[in-house]
């Protein structure tokens, strides 16, 4: 079987980019060409690409060399599979044209970031991989991505750090800036990038701190789109679908969304091609977003992983699971403002729609990863909102104890697996001084430092509301304590 190339021809049944590739100028670098850039926002680029203009993408792997090996010799093309209630499609998406793996190649990256023709930089780096400081929100000066690029800020390791020397070669060489462009599930997504950038920027020059306050833009935006790990599924279905090997195909479902604060210095695609909503302000679509869909995600992933759920579509199967998922949608619907042109109990059916396609398998185990970098956007924010509010704080409770069963890396077969988070380790050593003491348990975690607000931490109904769950968790099992909670709910 061949593999998908420049040269394939498609089934007629399969969409294919509908323009020259080869004719477009790139005018975009992103960062982090992982499955879920694929699955959005240059899915998005190649409707607006069928529309004009030199958009294509050069992809960015600020670590791994997996996803250029596999589409560099298909130049840039993949297929996107599309699977839906009715039936699964494929679609092969044209706009990345290269992919460049900076460990490799560092100077062809900044060359890149210095083209005149790039425009915009986008991220998808995931939450760990800015440096935020947990404890200010700006820079943490120690964070992996951050130290060795303020050690040697000319060789750039890290995404901030290239942003920043990219930005430094600029307008050194009289360069227009480009738009820096967040697509992480963080909230104010731009804002956050804005101050990392500016903060490293000043460090390493005043000067250019200035200037890239002045000159650079940081638009905010609301990325959704589910996009499990691609598997030999993903591989085989592609291949059916366009009789081509493809080693880079992609899987999602039929939604997608993206909503973006139109702010860009030089210029950007028609993403509206796509359905991309252009907004003055995002921070309501993104509220709701990271707290109704990503807060009930972690929710289920942590209580259904633990119950022996592996998808999100068996967890949706659970009837009194399920419920508390509605629950969890509920209790963040009511921390919001009304998000213009949202209708809040739609767009939940539509989310308890999505988790139960039962075309997409969407391992609870993914979702899990790196508890502390989503909690705080998920739970913990609209939990402190609950908490002024004087509402019912019993959701984020039974979401918090079941992120601190997790924690404890150990099923209930005594198999053990990994948090795949970047403070484990820290993680593992607080619950070995706490041992078997539940109470030690929550007081450890609930003191993590940077993680909850002094204020949810010191308040005596919550610590007692997720140490009573966690109790249940630990001394009758996981189903048991869904069933009671729901019971309750
Ligand atoms: C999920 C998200 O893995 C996770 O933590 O909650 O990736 C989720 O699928 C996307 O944000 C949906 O847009």
Redesign the pocket.
């Known amino acids: 079987m061949s593999r998908l190339s420049a040269a394939s021809v498609l089934p007629s049944t399969v969409r294919s980019p509908a323009y020259d590739r080869a004719a477009r100028g790139c005018g975009i670098v992103h960062l982090g060409t992982g499955a879920f850039h694929k699955a959005h926002q240059a899915v998005y680029t190649d409707d607006a690409l069928a529309e004009g203009g030199d958009w294509t993408i050069t992809g960015v792997s600020l670590r791994s060399g997996d996803v250029a090996d596999a589409l560099n010799p298909q130049d840039g093309l993949y297929t996107l599979v599309v699977r839906g209630q009715e039936g699964t499609t494929a679609r092969v998406i044209g706009s990345i044209v290269r992919v460049l793996v900076a460990p490799r190649e560092p100077d062809t990256v900044m060359d890149a970031l210095t083209a005149p023709q790039t425009k915009i930089v986008s991220l998808t780096i995931t939450e760990k991989g800015y440096g935020v400081d947990p404890k200010t929100g700006g820079l943490d000066r120690t964070h992996a991505s951050i130290a060795p690029d303020l050690a040697d800020p000319r060789r750039p390791t890290g995404a901030v750090g290239y942003l920043v020397e990219a930005l430094r070669l600029r307008r050194e060489r009289g360069i227009a800036p480009f738009t820096a462009l967040c697509c992480d599930?963080l909230p104010h997504n731009g804002k956050v990038l804005k101050r990392l950038v500016s903060e490293f920027a000043a460090i390493v020059d005043p000067d250019l701190g200035v200037w890239i306050d002045a000159n650079v833009t940081f638009p905010s935006t609301m990325?959704?789109?589910?996009?499990p790990a691609s598997t030999e599924t993903t591989f085989s279905d592609a291949l059916r679908l366009t009789g081509f090997e493809d080693r880079a195909a992609v899987e999602t479902e039929p939604f997608t969304q993206w909503v973006i604060e139109d702010d860009f210095v030089a210029g950007r695609p028609r993403w509206e091609a796509g359905g991309a909503i252009f907004a003055k302000d995002v921070a309501p679509y993104e509220k709701m977003k990271l707290r109704m869909?990503?807060g009930a995600?972690?929710m289920l992933a942590y209580s259904g992983y633990i119950a022996g759920h592996a998808f999100v579509r068996d967890v949706m199967k659970d009837a009194a699971l399920a419920m508390l998922v509605t629950r969890q949608m509920d209790a963040a619907a009511r921390t919001l403002d009304p998000v213009p042109g949202v209708d809040l109990a739609a767009y939940k059916s539509d989310l308890l729609a999505r988790f139960a396609n039962p075309a997409i398998a969407h391992q609870t185990y993914?979702?899990a990863m790196d508890g502390t970098q989503?909690l705080p956007q998920r739970l913990i924010e609209p939990a402190m909102a609950t908490l002024r509010a004087g509402g019912s704080m019993d959701a984020y409770a039974f979401a918090v104890a079941a992120w601190m069963r997790y924690c404890l890396g150990m099923d209930e077969q005594g198999r053990t697996y990994a948090l795949r988070d970047p403070r484990e380790a820290e993680i593992a050593t607080l619950l070995g001084e706490a041992g078997n003491d539940t109470a030690s348990i929550v007081d450890r975690l609930l003191d993590l430092p940077g993680l909850f607000p002094a204020d949810l931490a010191a308040a005596p109904e919550w610590r007692k509301a997720v140490q009573t769950r966690l109790e249940t968790m630990l001394a009758e099992g996981m189903r048991k304590a869904i069933e009671r909670e729901a019971r309750a709910a």
């Open positions: 599930n990325v959704d789109r589910i996009t869909l990503n995600h972690s993914q979702i989503k």
